[in-house]
Antibody, heavy 123, light 107 residues
């Protein structure tokens, strides 16, 4: 059964780099035609797309975060990683990882979500 | 693509029908529209993808419809566990974007 679990520091200082890992179990992250995404949700607010990485390592980031974000795969550990640099209080959020599956028209939707991890940016 | 959900809050009683709207700022050239449910303190759950396809295990009281710029999620008879926040998302145009959410609350 597919499970995703985010992990990483719950508190990050302003200007530092946020680093999170999504451990995937029950499914190989290098499986053909699946993508992996990071999404965040500030406390009490809506969902914001961060970016996505394909099974082959190709990435796409949302433009507003592109200069600060890196998403990568570690196939040896079956992990998906997120790094967000130069964080501010505005980056405080619950961070989710998710699996993207292709629909019949060839587009990728998120069908599985991790439990999420709260990251607070504060000194 | 900006997605605008309405109403912001829907106050209904159990057993009533709920109709939620999601309007896109540009035409979606295919049906790459999904709906997610988020109960308080929980993870978003996929309800609908491809505008009208129910995800695995989703009850048939949930239905999605629409095309172009206007999409709808309908819940035929509200159960107590359906009171939650619902988000639409377009996932075919980069970057994928979410609507601001509609809260369905008990009247």
């Amino acid at each position: 059964q597919l499970q995703l679990q985010e992990s990483g520091p719950g508190l990050v200082k302003p200007s530092e780099t946020l680093s999170l890992t999504c451990t995937v179990s029950g499914f190989s992250i290098s499986s053909y035609n699946y993508l992996w995404a990071w999404i965040r949700q500030p406390p009490g607010k809506g969902l914001e797309w961060i970016g996505s990485v394909s099974y082959s390592g190709n990435t796409y980031y949302t433009p507003s975060l592109q200069s600060r974000v890196t998403i990568s795969l570690d196939t040896s550990k079956n992990h998906v990683s997120l790094k967000l640099s130069s964080v501010t209080a505005a980056d405080t959020a619950v961070y989710y990882c998710g699996r993207r599956t292709q629909d019949s028209s060839g587009y990728y939707y998120v069908d599985y979500w991790g439990r999420g991890t709260l990251v607070t940016v504060s000194s | 693509i900006v997605l605008t959900q309405s109403p912001g809050t829907l106050s209904l009683s159990p057993g009533e029908r709920a109709t939620l709207s999601c309007r896109a700022s540009q035409i979606l050239t295919s049906t790459y529209l999904a709906w997610y449910q988020q109960r308080p303190g929980q993870v978003p759950r996929l309800l609908i993808y491809g505008a009208s396809r129910r995800a695995t295990g989703i009850p048939d009281r949930f239905s999605g419809s629409g095309s172009g710029t206007d999409f709808t999620l309908a819940i035929s008879r509200l159960e107590p566990e359906d009171f939650a926040v619902y988000y639409c998302q377009q996932y075919g145009s980069s970057p994928p974007t979410f609507g601001g959410g509609t809260k369905v609350e008990i009247k």
